[in-house]
């Protein structure tokens, strides 16, 4: 359908200007040949509406609205599907895409077979229940999911459960001594360095492994070239806030933080 002045031809000239003088134009609708109703047509002059699709969304109509109204029409609304897996069932994996392996996770050995696309960290949290590795970005960005791998801290959400076959996982559940807390989380409780605690078991993993790698001579960025190449190094505080730059505290408890690794490192 076209709007067009009345009284003239789909062919006439283009439509009349501001300001040309001609205040008494008005349009009306002219329904070209082939043309048909559509969903929503206009009301044309002396007609009537023209109908809509049977069962379709009026205009400006809310989905809860329309649902509503086949309701009352007779119409069976369309029932929810549950997609939620029911609880202690795995999903259903083809078995191309999964793998067995044996995890050795502080000190013991498990069996598992998991999707290949699981990460170490869900593998730790949802199929061995150690939930001290938080999952907070899921990207490596943040730190709270750093475990010890064969003694190196890595970001366990990025680290595929197959690609750590045979290898030795260490969890903060895994730090303690029987009922003895580690030196590290000894300090961490003496200087009360945390605050909601989501980034401390991160944070504590990261501060075990710094410690390490302070004693075996690992140079960071700010550590002086001058320094002898075979020793230890230092820990001042510039070194402890280089090295844990990796784990993000949003509680900001980045100073109490320094001192129980100092403390730890006496």
Not at 52 to 74: D, E, I, K, V
Not at 107 to 121: K, M, S, W
């Amino acid at each position: 359908m076209a709007l067009l002045p009345r009284g003239s031809r789909p062919a006439s000239a283009d439509p009349p200007r501001r300001g040309s003088g001609n205040k008494s134009v008005r349009l009306s609708v002219i329904p070209l040949p082939g043309a048909r109703h559509g969903a929503r047509a206009t009301r044309e002059p002396g007609g009537r509406r023209g109908d809509r699709p049977h069962g379709s969304r009026q205009a400006g109509q809310t989905p809860l609205a329309y649902r509503r109204r086949r309701r009352r029409r007779g119409g069976d609304p369309v029932e929810p599907v549950d997609r939620t897996t029911p609880p202690g069932e795995a999903p259903d994996v083809a078995p191309e895409a999964a793998s067995r392996l044996t995890l050795r996770v502080n000190g013991t050995a498990h069996a598992l077979t998991v999707d290949n696309r699981t990460t170490l960290l869900d593998a730790l949290r949802d199929h061995l229940d150690l939930t001290g590795s938080k999952k907070g970005c899921d990207h490596g960005q943040c730190g709270a999911c750093t475990v010890l791998l064969d003694g190196r801290r890595v970001n366990s959400c990025l680290l595929l459960a197959v690609a750590c076959a045979g290898a030795s996982v260490t969890t903060v559940e895994g730090l303690a001594d029987g009922d003895r807390l580690h030196p590290v989380q000894e300090a961490f409780v003496a200087r009360d360095a945390l605050q909601c605690g989501y980034c401390t078991p991160g944070q504590i993993c990261s501060a075990v492994a710094l410690l390490d790698e302070a004693a075996a001579g690992q140079p960071s960025y700010v550590t002086p070239p001058e320094r002898p190449s075979d020793g230890p190094v230092s820990l001042t505080p510039d070194e402890i806030r280089e090295r844990m730059s990796g784990n993000i505290c949003r509680c900001g408890a980045y100073p109490n933080i320094v001192d129980a690794i100092e403390e730890a490192a006496r």
